[in-house]
């Protein structure tokens, strides 16, 4: 592969190819061998840092049709910005040389819809620590307009508060972007 995917632009383009590959159900699997492996034994470089939800039935890298050493994933229930995952997106660009980062929401997520039921009032009665999770959904629904997709540009404009993506930004080093997976195509909507 050349350096052409170690640009924001580059590395986009690798993502909306392998996301119409997997959405056509003709992925190529690339990468994801023995030898794919063995060439990552000393580091990484991958070109794009996704943060995402932790739900099963939204793995970047299968969504995407990437291979092993391709993206650096950060995951968790309701793809919350916690201070853990900024720093994780700050990692992936200034040691793992990542050029774009995309915040990956989907449809159907569990805790954006029990997120708005609390906010809406209702009695939502979660077991354990899960209210974390809503609360983390709740900080980013402030303007709710009721969208498929309405915590991922938060989340955008939050990962630009950082001062380092905002200045790699700037330099044209790396690009910010949103973006909605819908479960029933299979396509990634950029937002």
């Known amino acids: 592969m050349t350096n052409a ?8 383009q690798l993502l909306i190819e ?19 492996r063995a060439t990552l034994l000393k580091g990484q470089t991958p070109h794009t840092c996704v943060i995402s939800c ?35 997106a700050e990692f992936a660009h ?14 159907g997520c569990k805790a954006l819809e029990f997120a708005r039921a609390i906010r809406a009032g209702e009695d939502v009665n979660l077991p354990g620590s899960t209210s974390v999770l809503t609360n983390g959904v709740i900080a980013d629904l402030v303007n709710d307009d009721g969208s498929l997709f309405p915590t991922v540009s938060r989340i955008v404009d939050r990962l630009r508060g950082s001062q380092v993506i905002t200045k790699a930004e700037n330099a044209g080093k790396i690009r910010v972007l949103g973006a909605g997976y819908h479960l029933h195509s299979g ?5």
């Open 18 to 36: 392998g996301n119409t590959r997997f959405a056509s159900g003709h992925p190529h699997h690339p990468r994801q061998d023995a030898a794919a």
């Open 187 to 191: 396509l990634v909507e950029w937002l």
């Open 94 to 107: 200034v040691v793992a040389k990542c050029s774009l980062i995309v915040v990956l929401g989907h449809e």
């Open 5 to 12: 995917w170690h640009t924001p632009d580059g590395a986009l």
């Open 54 to 88: 932790a739900d099963s039935r939204v793995p970047p890298e299968i969504l995407f049709d990437q291979g092993f050493g391709d993206m650096f994933v950060v995951r968790n229930g309701g793809h919350i910005p916690t201070d853990v995952v900024i720093a994780s």
